[in-house]
């Protein structure tokens, strides 16, 4: 146990040498490229988080030793003029809310939000909406590489406050929010998340950044196990999604590491709602590494979410216009490719072509990536300039070495056509590109 004597925030004592460190490959589940926490721990104190594992190794009591990161504006500021890779910075994470209590006063995400829009607004023309993308944008000429979009994963009504921020940049670089939402019910929300913001002002944040023009999404994981994943609940989650109209909502289950997670989780059930301790432990008897119930349970769930989603136009993975608005071309492609695995594996259409093109498309980029990132020397440009040169040059195509999946790519790609998650058809681009 952490020493109660503890300031409630501690300052970080080591910081990482680079903040703004790219990822090789930008990974499915957030399509970022960089990622920035300006705290670590979390007061929010969700009592199934996932960030309290000991595989974490956050140190001390997870909701009252807040690592506070007191220089990520500094820092932000000094390293976006020399930026190099045009990509979406993510702010939050699986161990920390980037808008939890202390954001109040200490500010350092609403100062990264200021630094960043007027670093967009000093180097760039605003992007268009997604499917009507200029050549000159479609291969980075026209909106300068360096300019990176944003997205916020929180649980906090917070992020209000710095809505004006965010939609500056949201008007030239693109930004999303991200909200975690599971139930309607306040007092599944009392009992699993005490430090949040209410279900109600959750969706009150999503309407307003939506009304804002900003992309939206909710992150609905994990649902509860006798709380918040029965059949009912699920539709009223699909529905106020729907209202305040998210761009998408991504659904998960409950995962339970053996150790601090686990035993706290059972532990708030034990004093709570006892009668759910039983059937609890018996879904997480297999006391799996990785937290994963029993394949069974897993399966259930499943079923009820997909007998919900097929009354709701809502996609489960952030949709292909987001990812064109977010994200510069050659990561958009790489993230809809396993979007695409994804999807059509759910419906039981043989992927493994895909995969093999996606796996290449993956080898390709990253060794035009490391050839960028070792030559210091090359401009600004070069990738998404080399990525053009092997789409017209022809490189593009043979790497894919799958005609289908050609005639996609160079419809996505080439003609602006945008592929829908829910149909999986493509639609076309009120706006042609002249190539
Ligand atoms: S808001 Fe996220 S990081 Fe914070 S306690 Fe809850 S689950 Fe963990």
Partial sequence: MADRNLPLYAASDKAPRRL??????????????????????????????????????????????????????????????????????????????????????????????????????????????????????????????????????????????????????????GFMLLVSLTSLDEEVRELMEPGASSFEERLALLKAYKEAGCLTGILAMPFLPGLSDDEASIRRLYEAATAVGVDYLMPGGLTLRPGRQKELYLATLAKARPELLAPTKELFQENRPSGMPTGASLRRLSARIASVRRDYHLPYLMPH?????????????????????????????????????????????????????????????????????????????????????????AAVLLEGATFDFISLKLRPSNVSRET
């Fill in 321 to 409: 216009e987001a990812l064109t608005r977010l994200l510069p071309p050659h990561d958009a492609f790489r993230v809809l490719l396993r979007h695409m695995a994804e999807l059509y594996k759910e419906r039981h259409i043989d992927t493994s072509a895909l995969m093999r093109s996606a796996q290449a498309y993956d080898d390709w980029l990253l060794g035009l990536r490391r050839e960028f990132r070792r030559h210091r020397k090359l401009p600004a440009t070069w990738l998404e300039e080399r990525f053009a040169e092997g789409l017209h040059g022809g490189e593009f195509f043979k790497v894919l070495a799958n005609q289908k999946l050609e005639r996609f790519a």
């Fill in 20 to 173: 703004l460190k790219p990822a090789d490959l930008v990974d499915n589940f957030t399509a970022a490229l960089y990622k920035v926490a300006p705290y670590r721990a979390c007061a929010h104190g969700c009592r199934y988080c996932d960030g309290r594992a000991e595989k974490y190794y956050v140190e001390g009591d997870f909701e009252r030793d807040i690592q506070i990161r007191e220089d990520i504006p500094s820092r932000l500021a000094a390293e976006l003029p020399s930026l190099r890779e045009r990509g979406m910075i993510a702010f939050g994470s699986g161990v920390t809310d980037p808008y939890q209590p202390c954001e109040a006063e200490k500010n350092l995400t609403g100062q990264a939000a200021s630094i960043l829009a007027d670093h967009a607004e000093a180097s760039g023309k605003a992007v268009g909406p997604a499917g009507s993308l200029s050549e000159a944008d479609l291969f980075g000429k026209s909106t300068a590489p360096c300019v990176p979009s944003g997205l916020v994963m929180t649980k906090s009504a917070l992020a209000l406050r710095d809505l004006p921020a965010w939609k500056r940049l949201n008007e030239r670089s």
